[in-house]
Protein backbone atom coordinates (compact mmCIF):
# COMPACT_ATOMS: atom_id res chain seq x y z
CA UNK A 1 0.00 0.00 0.00
CA UNK A 2 0.82 3.35 -0.58
CA UNK A 3 2.10 5.07 2.28
CA UNK A 4 1.35 8.95 3.32
CA UNK A 5 3.18 10.93 5.62
CA UNK A 6 1.93 14.28 6.58
CA UNK A 7 4.34 17.00 8.67
CA UNK A 8 4.05 18.17 11.07
CA UNK A 9 1.57 16.03 12.98
CA UNK A 10 0.23 19.50 14.87
CA UNK A 11 1.43 23.36 14.65
CA UNK A 12 0.45 26.15 16.50
CA UNK A 13 -0.32 29.71 14.50
CA UNK A 14 -2.00 32.74 15.07
CA UNK A 15 -5.06 34.67 13.23
CA UNK A 16 -3.78 35.98 10.14
CA UNK A 17 -0.55 33.28 9.68
CA UNK A 18 0.43 31.79 6.46
CA UNK A 19 0.12 27.97 7.48
CA UNK A 20 1.90 24.92 5.15
CA UNK A 21 1.12 21.79 5.40
CA UNK A 22 3.10 18.58 3.77
CA UNK A 23 2.20 15.43 2.62
CA UNK A 24 4.51 12.93 1.15
CA UNK A 25 3.66 9.93 -0.78
CA UNK A 26 5.89 6.72 -0.59
CA UNK A 27 5.53 6.02 -4.48
CA UNK A 28 5.03 8.46 -7.68
CA UNK A 29 1.13 9.38 -7.60
CA UNK A 30 1.26 12.20 -10.44
CA UNK A 31 -1.60 14.66 -9.43
CA UNK A 32 -3.61 12.30 -7.71
CA UNK A 33 -3.89 13.87 -3.93
CA UNK A 34 -6.45 15.41 -2.59
CA UNK A 35 -7.04 17.43 0.96
CA UNK A 36 -9.94 17.42 3.71
CA UNK A 37 -10.57 19.80 6.67
CA UNK A 38 -11.74 17.88 9.75
CA UNK A 39 -13.91 19.68 13.08
CA UNK A 40 -13.83 17.84 16.01
CA UNK A 41 -16.95 15.51 16.21
CA UNK A 42 -17.35 15.68 12.63
CA UNK A 43 -16.87 14.35 9.27
CA UNK A 44 -14.31 15.33 7.16
CA UNK A 45 -15.15 18.24 4.36
CA UNK A 46 -13.18 17.78 1.05
CA UNK A 47 -11.18 20.98 0.26
CA UNK A 48 -8.90 20.33 -2.97
CA UNK A 49 -8.85 17.45 -5.37
CA UNK A 50 -5.94 16.61 -8.02
CA UNK A 51 -3.43 18.01 -5.65
CA UNK A 52 -4.45 21.67 -6.63
CA UNK A 53 -8.11 21.93 -7.58
CA UNK A 54 -9.91 23.92 -5.33
CA UNK A 55 -13.64 22.45 -4.57
CA UNK A 56 -16.51 24.94 -5.03
CA UNK A 57 -17.36 27.01 -1.82
CA UNK A 58 -14.00 26.50 -0.18
CA UNK A 59 -12.29 29.66 0.85
CA UNK A 60 -9.40 30.88 -2.28
CA UNK A 61 -6.51 31.44 1.23
CA UNK A 62 -6.47 27.66 0.83
CA UNK A 63 -4.55 26.40 -2.29
CA UNK A 64 -2.26 23.30 -2.77
CA UNK A 65 0.47 22.23 -4.93
CA UNK A 66 2.95 19.54 -6.05
CA UNK A 67 2.83 16.38 -8.21
CA UNK A 68 4.77 13.26 -7.73
CA UNK A 69 5.63 12.41 -4.27
CA UNK A 70 5.89 15.57 -2.34
CA UNK A 71 2.54 18.19 -1.75
CA UNK A 72 1.81 20.91 0.12
CA UNK A 73 -1.42 22.49 1.42
CA UNK A 74 -1.20 26.32 2.13
CA UNK A 75 -3.06 28.56 4.27
CA UNK A 76 -3.11 31.90 3.82
CA UNK A 77 -4.07 34.41 6.65
CA UNK A 78 -5.46 31.56 8.56
CA UNK A 79 -8.85 32.24 9.87
CA UNK A 80 -10.38 30.87 13.32
CA UNK A 81 -12.78 28.87 11.55
CA UNK A 82 -9.80 27.15 9.88
CA UNK A 83 -8.31 25.32 13.26
CA UNK A 84 -9.14 21.87 12.65
CA UNK A 85 -7.44 18.59 11.61
CA UNK A 86 -6.26 18.32 7.60
CA UNK A 87 -5.95 14.94 6.42
CA UNK A 88 -4.39 14.46 2.65
CA UNK A 89 -5.72 11.09 0.42
CA UNK A 90 -4.28 9.57 -2.28
CA UNK A 91 -6.54 8.50 -4.67
CA UNK A 92 -4.50 6.96 -7.13
CA UNK A 93 -4.52 3.07 -6.38
CA UNK A 94 -5.93 1.30 -4.00
CA UNK A 95 -6.17 0.68 -1.35
CA UNK A 96 -6.87 4.33 -0.90
CA UNK A 97 -4.70 6.11 2.14
CA UNK A 98 -4.82 9.32 4.52
CA UNK A 99 -2.22 11.00 5.82
CA UNK A 100 -1.74 10.74 9.38
CA UNK A 101 -3.48 14.10 10.03
CA UNK A 102 -2.24 17.85 11.04
CA UNK A 103 -3.82 19.32 13.38
CA UNK A 104 -3.79 23.28 13.46
CA UNK A 105 -4.25 24.76 16.74
CA UNK A 106 -4.94 28.56 17.79
CA UNK A 107 -1.68 30.05 19.37
CA UNK B 1 -30.68 18.03 -0.20
CA UNK B 2 -27.80 15.56 -0.63
CA UNK B 3 -27.13 13.43 2.14
CA UNK B 4 -26.18 10.49 3.70
CA UNK B 5 -27.82 9.15 7.08
CA UNK B 6 -26.32 6.71 9.13
CA UNK B 7 -27.52 4.10 11.72
CA UNK B 8 -27.21 4.84 15.15
CA UNK B 9 -24.58 4.24 17.88
CA UNK B 10 -23.82 0.47 18.51
CA UNK B 11 -22.04 -1.15 21.54
CA UNK B 12 -20.47 -4.99 20.40
CA UNK B 13 -18.57 -7.82 22.73
CA UNK B 14 -15.77 -9.11 21.14
CA UNK B 15 -16.19 -11.70 18.67
CA UNK B 16 -19.50 -10.11 17.79
CA UNK B 17 -20.30 -8.61 14.33
CA UNK B 18 -21.95 -4.97 13.65
CA UNK B 19 -24.00 -3.77 10.46
CA UNK B 20 -24.72 -0.38 10.17
CA UNK B 21 -25.99 1.23 7.54
CA UNK B 22 -26.15 4.61 5.43
CA UNK B 23 -28.81 5.96 3.84
CA UNK B 24 -28.83 8.30 0.94
CA UNK B 25 -31.52 10.73 -0.54
CA UNK B 26 -30.96 13.84 -2.90
CA UNK B 27 -29.91 12.37 -5.94
CA UNK B 28 -29.56 9.09 -8.16
CA UNK B 29 -28.76 6.02 -5.90
CA UNK B 30 -27.09 4.09 -8.77
CA UNK B 31 -25.17 7.07 -10.01
CA UNK B 32 -22.62 7.44 -7.22
CA UNK B 33 -20.12 5.03 -5.81
CA UNK B 34 -20.15 4.35 -1.43
CA UNK B 35 -16.84 4.52 0.18
CA UNK B 36 -16.45 2.90 3.59
CA UNK B 37 -13.66 5.21 6.11
CA UNK B 38 -13.31 4.57 9.79
CA UNK B 39 -11.28 6.31 12.40
CA UNK B 40 -10.68 5.06 15.47
CA UNK B 41 -10.82 7.47 18.74
CA UNK B 42 -8.00 10.59 18.91
CA UNK B 43 -6.69 8.61 15.70
CA UNK B 44 -6.69 9.39 11.53
CA UNK B 45 -8.80 8.37 8.71
CA UNK B 46 -8.82 4.23 7.26
CA UNK B 47 -10.55 3.87 3.90
CA UNK B 48 -12.02 0.37 4.20
CA UNK B 49 -13.51 -0.40 0.95
CA UNK B 50 -16.04 1.05 -1.88
CA UNK B 51 -19.17 -0.32 -3.24
CA UNK B 52 -21.06 0.45 -6.74
CA UNK B 53 -24.55 0.70 -5.85
CA UNK B 54 -25.47 -0.13 -9.27
CA UNK B 55 -24.02 -3.46 -9.84
CA UNK B 56 -23.70 -4.38 -6.51
CA UNK B 57 -19.46 -5.25 -6.81
CA UNK B 58 -17.23 -4.25 -4.23
CA UNK B 59 -13.81 -3.67 -3.48
CA UNK B 60 -12.33 -4.25 0.16
CA UNK B 61 -9.48 -3.09 1.68
CA UNK B 62 -7.21 -6.75 2.45
CA UNK B 63 -6.26 -5.40 5.87
CA UNK B 64 -10.23 -7.04 6.53
CA UNK B 65 -9.87 -9.79 4.98
CA UNK B 66 -12.97 -11.80 4.45
CA UNK B 67 -14.25 -9.72 8.02
CA UNK B 68 -15.73 -6.99 5.54
CA UNK B 69 -19.47 -7.35 3.52
CA UNK B 70 -21.07 -4.61 2.03
CA UNK B 71 -24.17 -4.77 0.09
CA UNK B 72 -26.82 -2.66 -0.78
CA UNK B 73 -30.63 -2.12 -1.23
CA UNK B 74 -32.09 -0.11 -4.23
CA UNK B 75 -35.30 -0.28 -3.03
CA UNK B 76 -34.20 1.66 -0.45
CA UNK B 77 -31.16 3.77 -1.56
CA UNK B 78 -29.00 2.02 1.34
CA UNK B 79 -26.00 0.74 1.74
CA UNK B 80 -24.31 -1.92 4.44
CA UNK B 81 -21.26 -2.72 5.86
CA UNK B 82 -21.27 -5.26 8.00
CA UNK B 83 -18.01 -6.21 9.71
CA UNK B 84 -18.01 -9.73 11.86
CA UNK B 85 -15.22 -11.30 14.43
CA UNK B 86 -15.20 -7.85 16.00
CA UNK B 87 -12.29 -6.96 18.27
CA UNK B 88 -11.69 -3.78 20.72
CA UNK B 89 -9.69 -2.57 17.77
CA UNK B 90 -12.62 -2.13 15.85
CA UNK B 91 -13.75 0.51 18.26
CA UNK B 92 -14.45 3.50 15.68
CA UNK B 93 -16.46 5.91 13.55
CA UNK B 94 -17.94 4.14 10.71
CA UNK B 95 -18.62 6.57 7.54
CA UNK B 96 -19.76 6.17 4.77
CA UNK B 97 -19.03 8.77 2.01
CA UNK B 98 -20.02 9.16 -1.21
CA UNK B 99 -17.94 8.70 -4.22
CA UNK B 100 -17.93 12.12 -6.49
CA UNK B 101 -17.48 10.82 -9.81
CA UNK B 102 -20.98 10.42 -11.92
CA UNK B 103 -20.98 6.35 -12.91
CA UNK B 104 -17.37 5.97 -12.21
CA UNK B 105 -14.94 6.04 -8.84
CA UNK B 106 -12.37 8.78 -8.68
CA UNK B 107 -11.74 7.97 -5.13
CA UNK B 108 -12.29 11.21 -3.70
CA UNK B 109 -15.28 11.77 -1.26
CA UNK B 110 -17.96 14.56 -1.63
CA UNK B 111 -20.83 14.23 1.00
CA UNK B 112 -20.17 11.85 4.31
CA UNK B 113 -22.53 10.82 6.63
CA UNK B 114 -22.65 11.43 10.49
CA UNK B 115 -20.84 8.79 11.17
CA UNK B 116 -21.76 6.01 13.43
CA UNK B 117 -19.84 5.10 16.60
CA UNK B 118 -18.94 1.24 16.82
CA UNK B 119 -17.55 0.40 20.44
CA UNK B 120 -16.71 -3.09 21.12
CA UNK B 121 -16.04 -4.28 24.88
CA UNK B 122 -16.52 -6.95 27.06
Known amino acids: AIQMTQSPSSLSASVGDRVTITCRAS??????LVWYQQKPGKAPNLLIS???SLQSGVPSRFSGSGSGTDFTLTINSLQPEDFATYYCQQDYKYPLTFGGGTKVEIK | QVQLVQSGAEVKKPGASVKVSCKASGYTFTNYYIHWVRQAPGQGLEWMGI????????NNAQKFPGRVTMTRDTSTATVYMEMSSLTSEDTAVYYC???????????????WGQGTMVTVSS
Open chain 2, 97 to 111: ARDVGVGVALNLFDI
Open chain 1, 27 to 32: QDIRDD
Open chain 1, 50 to 52: AAS
Open chain 2, 51 to 58: INPNAGTR
